[in-house]
């Protein structure tokens, strides 16, 4: 039997990762900042560095849910994406509001200015449902504050499915709306549970070199980027795969 998990085509689970402006300041409230969030993204998820389920971006800090793809470290990826999106509110900063930047000053050997608190620690989702849990909170995040009444009352891209449903609209303040999304942020459907089961329940699958033909197939779809892989499980007559078309 061949069976895997989402550590299949990566080894290391989905992450919960928030990050914290220094000091709490509202930083991130121009919507040019939250661009430049969105945009750094994109770029490692078109790069393949990570896949992007779930995102938040409040005016003083931020919730991503993604997965670091195989090759990567999460580590790695956390200091790149920090310090790109430093550098570019920085470099804004400095050419457009040097009265905000004074206020980014820090008394550090290292840098001169300072846009996130250091050390942001990272959870692994090692459920569905911690990795559930983890997904309504960033949904509910801007509705708790007060920012707007429904989780799909954010900017720019299209209503996204819920796990949940608001009881009570509050209507959105136009200068504070928040940039969130989930899975169908990169995709429009949602994970797939995918059974497939040899004609007549014959043994079919028993040699290991149709096995392999199986995973060669999944392995190409893959680096095709038409799908993501979380679980599978090849049996003799039969196959099960959990994947999310792109």
């Not at 893959?222 to 049996?235: G, H, P, S, T």
Request: with cysteine; aromatic share 16%.
């Amino acid at each position: 039997m061949y069976i895997s998990s989402c550590m299949l085509f990566s080894e290391y689970y989905p992450d919960y990762y928030p990050a914290t402006i220094l000091e709490w300041k509202h930083l991130l409230k121009p919507e040019k900042y939250k661009e430049i969030i969105i945009s750094s993204l994109e770029f490692l998820v078109k790069e393949q560095r990570i896949v992007v389920y779930a995102f938040c971006i409040m005016s003083s800090h931020i919730h991503v849910i993604w997965q670091v793809k195989q090759g990567y470290k999460p580590k790695d990826i956390q200091l790149a994406f920090m310090k790109y999106t430093a550098q570019m509110i920085i470099k804004d900063l400095r050419n457009n509001h040097k009265e905000v930047l004074e206020k980014c000053l820090v008394k550090a050997i290292d840098r001169k200015y300072q846009v996130w608190e250091r050390n942001a620690l990272s959870v692994a989702l090692w459920t569905q449902a911690v990795f559930k849990q983890k997904l309504q909170y960033i949904h509910a995040n801007p509705v708790v504050a007060g920012l707007c009444g429904f989780p799909e009352d954010y900017k720019y891209f299209p209503p996204l499915q819920v796990f949940f449903t608001c009881k009570s609209p509050i209507p959105c303040k136009p200068d504070t709306r928040m940039y969130i999304s989930s899975c169908m942020l990169f995709s429009e459907y949602y994970p797939d549970y995918f059974t497939a089961t040899i004609l007549v329940w014959k043994h079919l699958l028993k040699p290991e070199k149709y096995k392999e033909i199986i995973i060669s197939s999944l392995e190409f779809l893959v680096k095709e980027q038409r799908i993501v892989v979380y679980a599978f499980c090849i049996m003799s007559s039969h196959i099960h795969v959990i994947w999310q078309v792109k």
